[in-house]
């Protein structure tokens, strides 16, 4: 149940980071930065996908 609740929680966290995040080299860093400052809890959402990825 608890794996469940984590594969669910990365999947929808990696969607939502997958919607404003840019690929190209010289526009990544600034796009993350942008998520974490910019999009509304955006910085939670990165810290629980990465969190939930280790």
Do not use: E, K, P
């Amino acid at each position: 149940s608890l794996l469940g609740v984590c594969l669910i929680l990365q999947i929808t966290t990696g969607l939502f980071l997958a919607m404003h995040y840019t690929s190209d080299t010289a526009t990544a860093f600034s796009s993350v930065t942008h998520i974490c400052r910019d999009v509304n809890y955006g910085w939670i959402i990165r810290y629980m996908h990465a969190n939930g990825a280790s």
